[in-house]
T-cell receptor, first 116, second 112 residues
């Protein structure tokens, strides 16, 4: 149980285009989803927190107009990187949590974005 | 601000020997501490957590961690390392918003 999937697992896009990454909780309802970014050989940095049906809360320094997060249902959150640039190339990881257990987060396998 | 520090980028240990991966934390209030492991091309996997109670926490795959309040540490341990334990390990602390703040990670290399 508690499986989180991400799609795509790997994407290459051209500079200036937009890319959408999906995060799905497959066997549970996720009231909260988190989006992290991981640079090579570095730690995960929290980008934003989203609750189902609400606007995402972004961490300081994360451009909300560039990284659009939508959490439209209890099983799906999307991250759209708009007007991508090479510096946006990174590993994006989502995690999901249920209301009943705030101490458990279930992580997706990540999406590697390369912007050329 | 809450933070965790993992002072070692890499830990090398021989198979069968005990292993320790270090973590220290800085929080205001009670710390909620976690260990996760990351294998290549796979999501982070939960190992164990400390919320309250016994200072020695037992987790998955034979791992355990000891919460030490006076030293603000939460070191990960295993009595006998396996080659399959080789991976990237992250210590994390839960923030007020219930998100996780991760340490920089420690790569564990277990040699056969």
């Amino acid at each position: 149980g508690a499986v989180v999937s991400q799609h795509p697992s790997w994407v290459i896009c051209k500079s200036g285009t937009s890319v959408k990454i999906e995060c799905r909780s497959l066997d549970f309802q996720a009231t909260t989803m988190f989006w992290y970014r991981q640079f090579p050989k570095q730690s995960l940095m929290l980008m934003a927190t989203s609750n189902e049906g609400s606007k995402a809360t972004y961490e300081q320094g994360v451009e909300k107009d560039k990284f659009l997060i939508n959490h439209a249902s209890l099983t799906l959150s999307t991250l759209t990187v708009t007007s991508a640039h090479p510096e946006d190339s990174s590993f994006y990881i989502c995690s999901a949590r249920v209301r009943q257990n705030i101490y458990e987060q279930y992580f997706g396998p990540g999406t590697r974005l390369t912007v050329t | 601000a809450q933070s965790v520090a993992q002072p070692e980028d890499q830990v090398n240990v021989a198979e069968g020997n005990p292993l320790t991966v270090k973590c220290t934390y800085s929080v205001s209030g009670n710390p909620y501490l976690f260990w996760y492991v990351q294998y290549p091309n796979r999501g982070l996997q939960f190992l164990l957590k400390y919320i309250t109670g016994d200072n020695l926490v037992k987790g998955s795959y034979g791992f355990e961690a000891e919460f030490n309040k006076s030293q603000t540490s939460f070191h990960l341990k295993k009595p006998s390392a396996l080659v399959s334990d080789s991976a990237l390990y992250f210590c994390a602390v839960m923030t007020g918003r219930r998100a996780l703040t991760f340490g920089s990670g420690t790569r564990l290399q277990v040699q056969p």
